[in-house]
């Protein structure tokens, strides 16, 4: 099974994007990006959502998030 570091690196090098283009489009510091691909970290819930819903990287993750709700609705 392929590891999310690995695949999170395959699909940004698919798209000819670089580490800081990409960080600057999912809105976090480089060197938190670039924990993800080293496998160093692994982004919580709202990175994961930032990253699958990045233009150009949509099949970060094999599966569907949950949506969160609204605040203040129920």
């Not at 690196?9 to 080293?38: A, D, N, P, W």
Request: aromatic share 6%.
């Amino acid at each position: 099974m392929i590891q999310f570091r690995e695949r999170l690196r395959e699909l940004r090098t698919e798209k000819h994007i670089k580490q800081r283009e990409m960080t600057e489009r999912l809105g976090m510091q480089l060197r938190s990006y670039q924990h993800y691909e080293g496998g160093e970290r692994r982004p919580d819930y709202e990175g994961l959502v930032a990253l699958k819903e990045t233009g150009g990287i949509r099949n970060v993750l094999s599966t569907n998030l949950p949506q969160l709700p609204m605040c203040g609705s129920k």
